[in-house]
């Protein structure tokens, strides 16, 4: 079945504590991303991936980092997860020009 | 001057009846958009698409509708059922490029 799969679905960790969201697609996709999800602010995009070793600043960066070191995979670091860091996290991909497969969705609570 | 509909946080319809959400995009230079449906806990679904060389759209019950000089999308749903309560957002981006801007979304009640 082709889908994205984000892990984990759901964490409550502390401030400082670095985590790592994993996001992974089965549909060979070239572009991947990340968008961070908070009530009436919509969806907003943190970082992009056009391919392996491309990634690029979404409106929202601060913060994390990414990595593209193989096409179906894309992880978004927290090095220093703070409060305000607390959101609805999707990872998306896509084919170039495509609309974008999204995953279910990652709920962190950071204390 | 021309007028376009407004958008609308919420937008609550009777089961039967049609529904249009609207949106408004910023860039000039978008190309391409978008509509997602986000159902309770999950992530955004693909729904239709419309590039800049059109400006009308038509799928299954849905028509999207494309206006460049006011820079305005809309989304129209023929008979509107309650599995399509939901939250509808619009999408934009510039061909080729990696940056994609999602709009505020509109959540949609059918009433019975």
């Known amino acids: 079945e082709a889908q994205v799969t984000q892990n984990p679905r759901y964490l409550i960790t502390v401030t400082g504590k670095k985590l790592t969201v994993t996001c992974s697609q089965n549909?060979?996709?070239?572009?991947m991303s990340w968008y961070r999800q908070d009530p009436g602010l919509g969806l907003r995009q943190i970082y992009y991936?056009?391919?392996?070793?491309?990634?690029d600043k979404g409106d929202v960066p601060e913060g994390y980092k990414v990595s593209r070191k193989e096409k179906r995979n894309f992880p978004l670091i927290l090095e220093s997860p703070s409060p305000n860091q607390t959101s609805l996290y999707f990872c998306?991909?896509?084919?170039?020009?495509?609309?974008?497969?999204f995953g279910d969705g990652t709920r962190l609570s950071i204390l | 001057g021309e007028s376009v509909g407004l958008h609308l946080p919420t937008l609550s319809v009777q089961e039967g009846d049609n529904s249009i959400i609207n949106c408004a995009y910023s860039n000039s230079a978008s190309d391409y958009f978008i509509w997602y449906k986000q159902e309770s806990g999950k992530g955004p679904q693909f729904i239709i698409d419309i590039r800049s060389n059109m400006d009308k759209r038509q799928g299954q019950r849905v028509t999207v509708l494309l206006n460049k000089t006011v820079k305005h999308l809309s989304l129209q749903i023929a008979a509107t059922q309650p599995g399509d309560s939901a939250v509808y957002f619009c999408?934009?981006?510039?061909?080729?490029?990696?940056?994609?801007?999602f709009g505020d979304g509109t959540t949609l009640t059918v009433k019975p």
């Open positions: 999408a934009e981006k510039h061909t080729n490029a990696g940056k994609s801007t």
């Open positions: 998306a991909s896509s084919k170039i020009n495509q609309p974008q497969h």
């Open positions: 991936s056009m391919n392996v070793e491309v990634t």
């Open positions: 549909m060979n996709h070239e572009y």
